[in-house]
C-alpha cells in the first residue's frame, strides 16, 4: 500500500519561529511536491523536486524553502514564520518519467496555524 | 466547476440519486486528467483518471467524460452516498510535460443529504 506521511497533523508555532514540515514517502518516487491550501484557492503549488538535491520553485516560493537530501523525504521550511502562513499544507510524490502518467500521492497534510 | 471568490460552489443531491460534478480545464494541451476527492481533514485521494485518447472512462459507481472541445471534464458518482459527501477537483497535466506536474482545480464541494 502505497504511503505518503507527514510529521505533524497539527502545528501552532509562533511570529518569526522557523517551522520545518517533513514528508516521506515509501514509493520510491523521484517527484516531491509541496502545496498549501486555502478556503476558495484551491492547491497552490509551492516547490518541487525531481531528484535528490534538486528543487525548483512552484507558484508561491517565497517566504519557503525545501529540502531534498534523501529520495524519500521532502522537507519545507518556513525560514521565518508569519501569520499569513497559515494553512493546510500538503506533500505529494508521484513517478518520473516522460512514458508514464503522472498521478500524484498525497500525504494527510499538516494544519499550520501561526499566531 | 470552478469556484469564484473564495467559495466553492456546492452541489447538494439526496442519497441515492446521481451526482454530476463539473470541472473546465485551462490548458488545451493538457492529455491526462485526474479527479480527487478530499474529505474533511484528508488529503487528496485518487478517484479516477482519463487520458486525452478517450472520452469516457468508468469506475466503480463513477464515470468520468471529456470533452476535449470545449475543454470539459465532469465526474458522474452513481447512486450517490453520505460517504460521498467530499471535495472535488479536477487535475491536468501534459503528457511528459513539466517532469509530472498537475494543475489543480479549485474543487466542488458535495453534499449528500440522507
Known amino acids: 500500500d502505497v504511503k505518503v506521511t507527514q510529521s505533524s497533523r497539527y502545528l501552532v508555532k509562533r511570529t518569526g519561529e522557523k517551522v520545518f514540515l517533513e514528508c516521506v514517502q515509501d514509493m520510491d518516487h523521484e517527484n516531491m511536491f509541496w502545496y498549501r491550501q486555502d478556503p476558495g484557492l484551491g492547491l497552490r503549488l509551492i516547490y518541487f523536486s525531481y531528484d535528490v538535491k534538486m528543487k525548483e520553485k512552484g507558484d508561491i516560493p517565497e517566504g519557503y524553502s525545501v529540502s531534498r537530501e534523501k529520495k524519500e523525504r521532502f522537507s519545507l521550511i518556513l525560514e521565518s514564520a508569519s501569520t499569513n502562513q497559515t494553512s493546510m499544507y500538503l506533500c505529494a510524490s508521484s513517478l518520473k518519467g516522460s512514458l508514464e502518467y503522472n498521478e500524484q500521492f498525497f500525504g494527510p497534510g499538516t494544519r499550520l496555524t501561526v499566531l | 466547476g470552478e469556484s469564484v471568490g473564495l467559495h466553492l460552489p456546492t452541489l447538494s443531491v439526496q442519497e441515492g440519486d446521481n451526482s454530476i460534478i463539473n470541472c473546465a480545464y485551462s490548458?488545451?494541451?493538457?492529455?491526462?486528467f485526474i479527479w480527487y476527492k478530499q474529505e474533511s481533514g484528508k488529503g487528496p485521494q485518487f478517484i479516477i483518471d482519463?487520458?486525452?485518447?478517450?472520452d469516457k472512462r468508468q469506475g466503480q459507481r463513477v464515470t468520468v467524460l471529456l470533452n476535449k472541445t470545449v475543454k470539459h471534464l465532469s465526474l458522474q458518482i452513481a447512486a450517490t452516498q453520505p460517504g460521498d459527501s467530499a471535495v472535488y477537483f479536477c487535475a491536468e497535466n501534459i503528457y511528459g510535460g513539466s517532469q509530472g506536474n498537475l494543475i489543480f482545480g479549485k474543487g466542488t464541494k458535495l453534499s449528500v443529504k440522507p
Open positions: 490548458n488545451s494541451a493538457s492529455d491526462y
Open positions: 482519463i487520458r486525452s485518447n478517450m
